[in-house]
């Protein structure tokens, strides 16, 4: 799956050999899978971190952890590790990780940060605003956090009813409820006040 170089290899069982814990492997995921904002991860993980869904994955000397809502997205991934002057770098090139890979059967969170980050946020980019899910409770209650022009913006309860909440509901009929856990408070960037 995940192709790590010889070098990389080397490189993080050089790093998992200063941890305490002799039993931590790592664990790669992906932030926001399959949007514009996706970030391809690489943590440490100790024994008893990984989650019961995680591919297991051994590599010459250590234990990879490939987190499996990040796996469609971790195809073609490739890990290396380059020495310079500074030290060196590790370097994780992901190509499908930004690529939209939604269907009817995708977990609820990669279809609605698909609509979030197709739909959504290129209108309110407009006004220098942004949302983001934070997670979903129940399988039914999306968690949205609104930044930039949206955070403490005086319009922002219209964006949310008539705009972001309409249109999810519109498109992922399981879902029951759309809720806001952003600060309002601080407005310093809003663009309604």
């Known amino acids: 799956m995940v192709q790590i170089s010889d070098s990389a290899q080397d490189y993080l069982v050089e790093l998992l050999s200063r941890q305490e814990d002799k039993d931590v492997g790592i664990r790669i995921f992906i932030t926001d899978p399959g949007t514009p904002m996706a ?68 977990p609820i969170e990669d279809r609605i940060n698909y609509i979030l980050h197709s739909q959504v946020n290129p209108s309110l980019a407009a006004h220098g605003g942004m949302v983001n899910l934070v997670e979903v409770v129940n399988e039914e209650v999306a968690i949205l956090q609104f930044g930039g022009g949206c955070q403490g913006c005086g319009m922002v309860d219209v964006t949310l009813k008539d705009g972001v909440e309409r249109t999810l509901l519109e498109q992922l009929p399981q879902l029951k409820a759309v809720r806001d856990v952003t600060d309002h408070t601080q407005d310093e960037n809003a663009y309604y006040r």
Do not use: H
């Open 39 to 106: 970030e391809t991860c690489i943590a440490y993980c100790r024994p008893g971190e990984e989650q019961d869904t995680d591919q297991r994955v051994e590599y010459k000397d250590f234990t990879a952890w490939l987190d499996e809502r990040s796996l469609p997205f971790l195809e073609e991934a490739e890990v290396d590790y380059a020495k310079d002057r500074m030290g060196g770098q590790l370097t994780i090139k992901a190509p499908n990780a930004k690529v939209p890979k939604v269907s009817d059967d995708s």
